[in-house]
Structures are given as C-alpha cells and as structure tokens.
T-cell receptor, first 115, second 115 residues
Framework: KAGVTQTPRYLIKTRGQQVTLSCSPISGHRSVSWYQQTPGQGLQFLFEYFSETQRNKGNFPGRFSGRQFSNSRSEMNVSTLELGDSALYLC??????????????FGPGTRLTVL | DQQVKQNSPSLSVQEGRISILNCDYTNSMFDYFLWYKKYPAEGPTFLISISSIKDKNEDGRFTVFLNKSAKHLSLHIVPSQPGDSAVYFCAASLVSSGSARQLTFGSGTQLTVLP
C-alpha cells in the first residue's frame, strides 16, 4: 500500500508570496493533519481535516489555511509568506474517526524556504 | 506554553547499551502517549504507544514507561543499535474541542548510537 505522499518536496519562495502544499493520504484514510517542524520547536500542529471538514486547528495565524477534497487529498495554503515560515511541513493521515485514537502515518514533508 | 517537553536535545550512547529518552508533560488530560522516530529527509514513523491506564508497554527492544503522578514518560531501547540513531519525538493525545483528538509533540531528542 502506498504511503502518504507530499508535493512538492522542496520549495523556495520570497517574502510576500503565497504557497500551496499538497498531501495525498494513504488509500482509505479519511483524516489528514498538518504539522510545521522547525529546529528546536518540534512538530507544531496546524490543523486536521476529516471528511472534508476542519475538525481541529492549532495556534497559527489566519495566513495558514487548508482544505480537504472528497477523495481525502488535502492542501494547505500559506499567504503573505514571512521568513519565519521557513520550515518542514508534514502531513499525516489516519484511518478512523479522529475522536478515537488511531495511529498517524506521516509523509516525508515539504521543505519550504522563504527568502 | 509547551505542554510536552523533551529537555534533552541530544543523547549519545554506546552500541549495545541502554538508551533512555525522557519526556515530561503538564496537561493531566492527556490520556494516550506515543513515541515517533524520525530519520533525516523522512517523516516521523510510529514506534510505540501507551495508554494512561497502563504504566508500561513493551515491544521488542523498546519499552515505554509512564509515571502519571510525575507526569513523566520514558522510552528505553535495549540493546541500542547504530540504526537507532534518529530524532525521537514524544507525543501526547487528548480529546480536544469538537470531540476530535489532537497530538501534541515535544521538541525531539537526537539519539546517536556509537559503534
């Protein structure tokens, strides 16, 4: 079974631009979560989608948004990029309803560099 | 406010010896705890978990201990192998608003196993 895929793997943008990252979950998984990883900060939770609905949101500004499509694929968008947005963005998918605990499977991430 | 803390950013251990990675948390509502391992250029992979109703869970060379009164958990790897060299993230789960579960990660500990 194919794992979680994220595109693109690497991205370089300049301040003020916007960016869209894509995540394809494992087949059959309906829940997709997004995380930001920066050195020393670990993984910071951005948001979680289940059946096209945002179920949970972390403490990030409104410049960070996301959506999920009917095939469970998800995108996240960052508008008006800032230097501090440079990070590894990780997507994770899981099978069951997020109200019950279930293991999350992570993709390899998209490395975003903002110049 | 970091609810999950890994106070040691790095740990070096000799091959064959025990590796002990520590994690502290502050929120008593966390009811499920996990450890993830991350190699460079890859997403985190699930290693082992423990429910708050238990104090120990073992899987091969990996054992997780939970001390609820101290709000502390630890991961023991015995014996340590060079292939275990990676960043280890501790994560804690609770049911948040909207009945959705959310994972909160620590900042990670870089484990280096020396041959």
């Amino acid at each position: 079974k194919a794992g979680v895929t994220q595109t693109p793997r690497y991205l370089i943008k300049t301040r003020g631009q916007q960016v869209t990252l894509s995540c394809s979950p494992i087949s059959g998984h309906r829940s997709v979560s997004w995380y930001q990883q920066t050195p020393g900060q670990g993984l910071q939770f951005l948001f979680e989608y289940f059946s096209e609905t945002q179920r949970n949101k972390g403490n990030f500004p409104g410049r960070f948004s996301g959506r999920q499509f009917s095939n469970s694929r998800s995108e996240m968008n960052v508008s008006t990029l800032e230097l501090g947005d440079s990070a590894l963005y990780l997507c994770a998918s899981s099978y069951r309803d997020p109200r019950s605990y279930n293991e999350q499977f992570f993709g390899p991430g998209t490395r975003l560099t903002v110049l | 406010d970091q609810q999950v803390k890994q106070n040691s950013p790095s740990l070096s251990v000799q091959e064959g010896r025990i590796s002990i990675l520590n994690c502290d948390y502050t929120n008593s509502m966390f009811d499920y705890f996990l450890w993830y391992k991350k190699y460079p250029a890859e997403g985190p992979t699930f290693l082992i978990s423990i429910s708050s109703i238990k104090d120990k869970n073992e899987d091969g060379r990996f054992t997780v201990f939970l001390n609820k009164s101290a709000k502390h958990l630890s991961l023991h790897i015995v014996p340590s192998q060079p292939g275990d060299s990676a960043v280890y993230f501790c994560a804690a789960s609770l049911v948040s608003s909207g009945s959705a579960r959310q994972l909160t990660f620590g900042s990670g500990t870089q484990l280096t196993v020396l041959p």
